[in-house]
């Protein structure tokens, strides 16, 4: 069975930073593209960053040069560092594998940057 777990969300000020880990299970793991989403209540849920098996990336427009995904094959675990955040960077954030023509999702980790 293929499992995501999400952590790391939380409150935040703007201007500061989270880093949100993601770790997988069931899925070879160093193979897999992974990525992250957000979503915001009454909204679709956005791509927000792609990560390869070779550790290529790639980011939504609004988080470049903020955000940066990276992996840990060694722990099965993705990451998400956040920087700058904004206020409208406040969503729950999902973390997503592809596999075997299927799509996998954790149940999400809140991060909300407000003063």
């Known amino acids: 069975q293929v499992q995501l777990v999400e952590s790391g969300g939380g409150l935040v000020q703007p201007g500061g930073s989270l880093r949100l880990s993601c770790a997988a299970s069931g899925i070879i793991f160093r193979l897999n593209v992974m990525g992250w989403y957000r979503q915001a209540p009454g909204k679709q849920r956005e791509l927000v960053a792609t990560?390869?098996?070779?550790?290529?990336?790639n980011y939504v427009d609004s988080v470049k040069g903020r955000f940066t995904m990276s992996r840990d094959n060694a722990k099965n675990t993705v990451y998400l560092q956040m920087n700058s955040l904004k206020p409208k960077d406040t969503d729950v954030y999902y973390c997503n594998a592809y596999v075997n023509g299927i799509t996998y999702w954790g149940k999400g980790t809140l991060v909300t940057v407000s003063s």
């Open positions: 990560i390869t098996g070779g550790s290529s990336t």
